[in-house]
């Protein structure tokens, strides 16, 4: 493909002075990135550099690789105006709705300022005890399997974990068997949205394919669920600590809240940013345990002395400062939202780098998080770097795993106190070990997860439950 027949053109000058990836005729670079898009784009800004133009076909135009931490702190932050969702994200709103993921401009800062009170420290707490309740249950299921020697797929355990822990963080503990109709009509929704980030062509919903009609019901079902719990909280009008009564309370500047279709579409919106994320992340760190002894028992030696068999609650996790420093190692090599991506709305110079009106600009997490550049031995699993939190000031854009500036994660504190909860728990009361011979794969979706699951053996330790 020529550099003028692209859809999303920079002014000539500026782009033949960055680097382009031209690949094949016709389809550019797309099979090689949707063979391994991970390795395809490390390796890329490792030979090219932190700019490099990607051609991605004929029906998909071109992108900008960005793994340079200034460009991405004018984007992210310095001038966040001027950079929208754009239309990668845009193929998402056919099945996620309208929500505060998607949304951008003046509708995104209404949403964003309505969804924020759920997050508050008071909901937070309210949270924390679903997650201990959540992960006493697995806790009891890994009991089983330790007693009879059963190996375990602990991711699809860690999975259904987390999806249980924001649905009744959403709607209370007594959402009962709706949880269920929930998680089943969640999974389908979540791979078509898979699908549809990187498949040029997708057939459009009215289209009666397999996947399509499955789609289609797993949206119905989710609404009638969704609508009913709606419904039911506005008609009995009583007021409770979860996320929905934040939602449902919550009023803008006019004093007008969110309608029925909004509330859906941010509880939607909600469950899809918070379960797998979360549910990734925790999978990485016990498959990076298993593998790094001298780490395991540095974590097992702050739990025996922060807390001993008590289970950890909210007001411990201050402490627990080696088991976030775990997580946040996961999340440095691991992290579950592998890329972040804007378009351009008018011309503009990001640190330098001239970006035209339109163009997408995809900054992956991934490499700059294995960057030579930022990170001392890039490649290792060193918790020590993160003992004191995340990178601050110049440095805050080299990591990146909860996105930065405006935008950062509404679920960052949420997702880390969940993580940190069942991480500690778990490692108080087993031993995981990888089955010999079943190094889980990655497999690129919206998140990196184990393609076949996380299977492990689990053993108890001698610190019991409290
Ligand atoms: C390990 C877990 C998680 C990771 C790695 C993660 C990562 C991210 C990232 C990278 C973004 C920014 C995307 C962008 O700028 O384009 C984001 C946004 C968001 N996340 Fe998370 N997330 C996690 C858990 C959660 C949880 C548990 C929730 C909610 C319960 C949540 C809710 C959101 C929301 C609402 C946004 C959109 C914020 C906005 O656009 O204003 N996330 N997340």
Not at 350 to 375: D, E, F, K, N, Y
Not at 381 to 402: H, I, N, Q, V, W
């Amino acid at each position: 493909m020529s550099a003028t027949a692209s859809p999303l053109p920079l002014p000539r000058s500026d782009r033949s002075a960055l680097p382009f990836a031209r690949g094949l005729p016709l389809v550019g670079n797309l099979p090689m990135i949707l063979k391994d898009p991970l390795g395809f784009f490390l390796r890329l800004s490792r030979t090219a550099g932190p700019v490099v133009r990607v051609n991605l076909g004929l029906a998909m135009g071109e992108l900008l690789l960005v793994s340079d931490p200034a460009v991405i702190a004018h984007i992210l932050e310095g001038n966040a105006a001027n950079y929208q969702k754009g239309r990668f994200y845009g193929r998402l709103r056919g099945v996620f709705g309208e929500n505060i993921i998607l949304a951008d401009g003046d509708d995104w800062w209404r949403r964003r300022r309505l969804a924020a009170p759920a997050f508050s420290a008071r909901h937070l707490e309210a949270a924390s005890w679903v997650m201990t309740s959540a992960v006493t249950g697995l806790v009891d299921t890994l009991e089983r399997s330790a007693r009879r020697r059963e190996p375990v797929d602990l991711f699809a355990a860690v999975m259904e974990l987390t999806l249980g822990v924001i649905v009744k963080s959403l709607f209370g503990v007594d959402v009962g068997v709706r949880a269920d109709a929930i998680t089943a009509a969640v999974e389908p929704v979540l791979r078509e949205g898979d699908r549809r980030v990187w498949w040029p062509v997708r057939p459009p919903r009215w289209v009666p394919t397999a996947t399509n009609r499955q789609l289609t019901a797993a949206l119905a079902d989710l609404d009638r669920v969704v609508y009913g719990l709606i419904d039911e909280r506005r008609r009995s009008g009583e007021r409770r600590e979860d996320i929905l009564d934040a939602l449902l309370a919550a009023r803008d500047e006019r004093g007008e809240g969110l309608s029925d279709r909004q509330l859906r579409d941010e509880v939607v919106g909600l469950i899809v940013s918070g379960y797998e994320t979360t549910a990734t992340t925790l999978a990485w760190a016990l498959e990076a345990l298993s593998r790094h002894p001298a780490v395991e028992a540095a974590l097992r030696g702050e739990l025996e002395r922060e807390l001993g068999p008590r289970l950890p609650l909210a007001a411990d996790l201050r402490s627990l400062t080696y088991t976030r420093a775990v997580l946040l190692e996961t999340m440095r090599l691991n992290p579950a939202v592998w890329t972040i991506s804007r378009q351009a709305v008018v011309d503009d110079v990001a640190a330098g780098v001239p970006i035209g009106a339109a163009t997408v600009v995809m900054m992956p997490p991934h490499v700059v998080h294995r960057s030579a550049a930022h990170w001392a031995n890039p490649e290792g699993f060193d918790p020590g770097r993160f003992l004191d939190g995340e990178p601050k000031d110049a440095r805050k854009f080299t990591y990146l795993p909860f996105g930065g500036g405006p935008r950062r994660c509404l679920g960052a504190h949420f997702s880390m106190m969940e993580m940190q909860i069942v991480l500690a728990t778990l490692l108080q009361r087993f031993r995981f070990s990888l089955i010999p011979g079943s190094l889980p794969e990655r497999a690129v979706t919206l998140t990196v997860r184990p393609r076949d699951g996380l299977w492990m053996t689990v053993e108890a330790v001698a610190t019991g439950r409290a």
